[in-house]
């Protein structure tokens, strides 16, 4: 018997109801305290096409994604073929069985489970809406059966859901009911895996990435998003929209203490971002690859004007339009060097919803306090899916960084004011924000080349030292950007390991998995760039290094040379860009079967 | 090299309300080619800034990329200016008026920065109703890039290098009317007397205000045959009224006889009056005004002064009810709901 490890797959049709009876059965697993981890594989398509939802159960605690099916829940004809074939060897084969299955999709290695589930709903359900969705619900009873889930737990979540419109409750937990008995009917103790609760999660919590940004920019003080709709980013504005209807409406007047403007474009919402950063609001854009592409104007002169702004790119499969709702970690380099002329971005990334909450709340500050902009590099696979995480926190002591703001005071008491004069030694200088002073402090806003006093220079002398002074500031950002977080192996090793974002959770299993074997490695886990100081001395400090990514040409590699001149030959990369989660059998494989080359060589 | 006026005033220049003489409202001095229309729509908005006592620093100016675009450093000194992009200023313009809306956002263009680069920008900041001056400085070419045809030439005019324009030209003013824009004008750089009053009624407008002004290009589109020169203009203007604007509170004298006049109340208590006006054609009527324009353009006219207004139009925070504390100006306490709000959520994600 197989306890809380497994992998089961839906396959259903792309806009029938079936995403809310998945997610029903995840959140289930999660109230039995086990580690769960579900992906949603759908298409670019509102309704018709096959979408997929994958959730892998894990005692361990791994939360990547596994390849090999060990059950498959089909109830989508049109991809019977391909979901009959993914099923691993021994493991079973759910399906609707009101249409006899055809002899092709027939396999001696893998069990069938036959429940005729659209005759069980058209002969209990007569409204057409009702039968589609509860064709749903009765297969998630079948699996409370077949995998031993606490009947309980989905009174609890039906109770929950349906809050208000309690009428619903028992006709949702009768549905269930009716999968339930058709399996205790005919397929009584059937599977060799099952879920057994365990306490294994305490206080963490089930969330999406792009809600966490959203709330991240709530806490962080954002009161203006502007954006233009594209997959998988959309849910970021989304979710801040929700979040500021529920914490942003003023009580007496019902006024909104938040404007969100959906731009004509993505230029156009970077240039809106940077008119309100200028003017001394919060404000953030999210986007996709090509909206990245199309806001590189405005990223430079933001870099070079030092105007701060928030930007989370929830990253897909490129280049163009690619694999727009598959996930991949390809808009590193794009984002880094965002521009024409010498341009480089701070960049943030986040690996689990408790980060993009937090990472997005700080971006406010570091955006403020560097005068630039501020990329926060997510993904699809952590944006749009349901992830375990720590639960968000805040400390009501923190107060925002709002950067070197000058008051009306201050510039009465300023010596000698310069826009771009570095007094601190930091690189950054001292702004203002229009309207505060009658006769002090304002200044003319320009990408074209300036002095310390912001007037307008041709001169190379001028332009140099600015130019200069944007990589002190660039020195400074290494020090505030989020730190790298060490693995470091049980014994002494010369390889590391460097992943970032999502790549983490199969990263980690991969280790381990490694270990088992017994090679041991170092592994980081980068969060900013530019690099900090634990990256360069990891980096320098071992011999070889695998760089895994979700990307074809090793972007992140490219950036490690660049910036830090590190020698091509060792580093080794590992990637996977087909647009699925990278899975740690995949990271193991690589490494593993490198160091076995290595052993023979020598 | 830096361009520092000289400080030489006259010492009794007259004061406005706010104590200050107009060379308080002045900028840097200008760099561009001598002649240049642009230069005295900069005077204009100078005069009309001090006639209408404007606190400077209330005001944020903002601007594309072109000679028109740079403009903002000659006026305004004590103004915040944003010289963003080519074509780009309406969504800076957009996101700083989100940001504060108790400023006034003057926002200076070009006809490239506007008509081509920037058409899809200008379109959108017009429907949004975005509370601000939009000033073209319309030249019909790209005077910063040497005198291209732009699209608002008209079609059949000659530049200076010779080149007939074979393509319809944009009429910025019909499409400002087309798109719904709460205040339209158009004017000549040339006509100071017109420019001034229309400027302060811009500013006091509660939204969108659009004042297309021709403002010739001495260097590259002031030849014979091209319909954007002074004195192709000064031949064919034809203005639809005078035009006073009137602060609040103040008497108001007319030498015209009743019947040729027309007064628009503002929201803030100020008057437009509009007098002799032409035959057929109210400024309060969308498709009177459209008329206009179509009427104008058949008889080879350049109509000018204030084509249409709507006084009762909504802006964008009206729109989407934003709080009337500017949203820069708000507090921790009351944007970051606090960890215990935080405690629920947690909660309802388990
Ligand atoms: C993206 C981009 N493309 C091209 C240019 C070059 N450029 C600078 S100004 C300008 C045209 C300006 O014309 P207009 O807005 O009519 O201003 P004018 O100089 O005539 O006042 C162009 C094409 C630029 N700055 N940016
Ligand atoms: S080139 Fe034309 S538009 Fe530019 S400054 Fe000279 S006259 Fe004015
Ligand atoms: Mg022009």
């Given at each position: 018997m197989n306890i809380n490890d497994f992998v089961v797959r839906f396959a259903n049709v792309n806009g029938t109801g079936s995403a809310s009876a998945n997610y029903l059965f995840t959140k289930a697993i999660f109230r039995m305290g086990v580690p769960v981890t579900p992906k949603n594989i759908f298409p670019s398509n509102i309704q018709g096409l096959p979408t997929w939802y994958e959730v892998r159960v894990s005692e361990k605690g791994y939360l990547g994604r596994r390849e090999g099916i060990d059950l498959m829940v089909a109830v989508n004809p049109q991809s019977f073929a391909q979901d009959v074939a993914s099923v691993k060897s021994g493991g079973y084969f759910l399906y609707d069985s009101t249409k006899k299955l055809a002899k092709e999709f027939l396999r001696d290695d893998i069990n069938y489970i036959e429940i005729p589930l659209m005759e069980i709903s058209n002969s209990n359900y007569s409204d057409a809406r009702q039968r589609q969705l509860f064709k749903n619900i009765i297969y998630v009873g079948a699996l409370c059966e077949l995998l031993k889930i606490e009947f309980n737990v989905f009174e609890d979540l039906f109770a929950e859901q349906f809050k208000g419109k309690e009428k619903l409750i028992p006709l949702n937990v009768t549905a269930l009911q009716l999968g339930m008995n058709y399996i205790k009917e005919h397929y009584p103790n059937t599977l060799n895996i099952k879920v057994e609760r365990r306490d294994l999660l305490k206080s963490k919590i089930l969330a999406e990435g792009n809600a966490a940004c959203a709330l991240g920019a709530v806490y962080g003080g954002a009161t203006f998003a502007a954006w233009y709709p594209i997959t998988p980013s959309t849910s970021v504005i989304d979710g801040y929209a929700d979040y500021c209807k529920q914490f942003r409406i003023d009580k007496e007047t019902g006024r909104k203490n938040y404007a969100i403007v959906q731009a004509e474009d993505e230029l156009a919402a970077m240039g809106m971002v940077l008119g309100a950063m200028w003017n001394g609001a919060r404000a953030f854009t999210s986007t996709s690859g090509p909206g990245l592409s199309l806001m590189n104007e405005f990223l430079g002169l933001a870099y070079f004007a030092e105007i701060p702004a928030v930007l989370i790119d929830v990253q897909r499969t490129g280049p163009s339009t690619g694999m727009p709702t598959r996930t991949q970690q390809s808009d590193v380099l794009e984002a880094a060097y965002a521009s024409h002329g010498d341009t480089k971005h701070v960049l943030l990334f986040p690996s689990n919803p408790k980060e993009c909450f937090d990472m997005t709340a700080d971006a406010f500050d570091l955006a403020e306090h560097l005068q630039t902009p501020i990329i926060m590099l997510t993904d699809l696979d952590l944006g749009m899916n349901d992830h375990i995480s720590e639960p968000y926190e805040w400390n009501d002591l923190r107060q925002y960084n709002r950067g070197k703001v000058l008051t009306a005071e201050g510039l009465d008491a300023a010596q000698q004011w310069g826009?771009?004069?570095?007094?601190?030694?930091?690189g950054i200088p001292y702004r203002t924000l229009p309207g505060t002073h009658p006769e002090k402090g304002s200044f003319f806003t320009r990408g074209s080349s300036h002095t310390e006093y912001a007037a307008y220079t041709e001169s190379s002398d001028e332009y140099r030292k600015g130019m200069e002074r944007l990589l002190k500031k660039w020195d400074t950002a290494k020090t505030l950007v989020p730190s790298s977080i060490v693995y470091p192996s049980k014994k002494k090793s010369d390889t590391g390991v460097i992943f970032f974002g999502t790549s983490t959770y199969s990263a980690e299993e991969a280790m381990d998995k490694l270990a088992e074997k017994n090679i041991h490695v170092d592994a980081l886990r980068l969060r900013g760039f530019p690099f900090d100081k634990a990256f360069e001395e990891f980096v320098s400090s071992h011999k070889q290094i695998f760089v895994i990514e979700q990307n074809r040409d090793a972007q992140l590699k490219s950036l490690m040379m660049i910036e830090l001149g590190t020698e091509a030959s060792k580093l080794h990369s590992v990637l996977n860009f087909d647009g699925m989660p990278i899975t740690a059998d995949f990271i193991f494989n690589q490494i593993a079967s490198s160091f076995k080359a290595q052993v023979s060589n020598t | 090299m830096t361009y520092i006026k000289p400080k030489f005033r006259h010492p009794d220049l007259q004061k406005n309300k706010l104590g200050y003489t107009i060379d308080y409202y002045e900028g840097s001095l200008s760099t561009l080619c001598a002649g240049c229309g642009h230069d005295s729509i900069s005077g204009a908005i100078i005069r009309a800034c001090f006639e209408a006592n404007i606190e400077p620093h209330k005001v944020a100016k903002m601007s594309g990329i072109g000679c028109s675009s740079k403009t903002p450093a000659y006026f305004l000194s004590n103004s915040h200016g944003f010289n963003s992009v080519h074509g780009r200023m309406p969504s800076v313009a957009t996101g700083a008026n989100m940001a504060n809306r108790d400023l006034i956002y003057f926002g200076v263009s070009g006809d490239g920065d506007t008509a081509s680069i920037g058409m899809g920008q200008f379109v959108h900041v017009i429907r949004r109703n975005l509370n601000m001056v939009y000033l073209v400085m319309n030249n019909g070419c790209y005077g910063l890039t040497k005198g291209q045809d732009s699209a608002t030439a008209d079609c059949g005019s000659k530049n200076k290098s010779g080149n007939i324009n074979l393509y319809e030209g944009i009429d910025l003013v019909s499409l400002g009317l087309e798109l719904g824009a709460g205040f339209v004008a158009q004017s000549f750089s040339g006509d100071k007397g017109q420019l001034v009053p229309l400027i302060k009624a811009a500013m006091a407008h509660p939204g969108f205000a659009l004042i297309n002004v021709v403002s010739p290009c001495v260097t590259f589109n002031n030849n014979v045959g091209s319909t954007k020169s002074y004195d192709y203009i000064r031949e064919h203007i034809e203005a639809t009224s005078t035009f006073d604007f009137v602060p609040e509170m103040t008497e108001i004298k007319t030498d015209y006889s009743e019947g040729e006049t027309k007064q628009i109340a503002m929201h803030d208590g100020s008057l437009i009056q509009l007098n002799k006006l032409t035959k057929?054609?109210?400024?309060?009527n969308r498709s009177s005004a459209m008329n206009a324009m179509l009427n104008a353009k058949e008889n080879n006219e350049f109509l000018t002064g204030l084509i249409y207004i709507n006084p009762e139009s909504l802006e964008t925070h009206e729109l989407i009810q934003t709080s009337k504390t500017p949203l820069n100006q708000l507090s921790q306490s009351t944007l970051c709901p606090g960890n215990m709000a935080l405690a629920e959520i947690n909660a309802d994600l388990r």
């Open positions: 826009r771009y004069l570095d007094v601190d030694g930091d | 057929d054609w109210d400024p309060t």
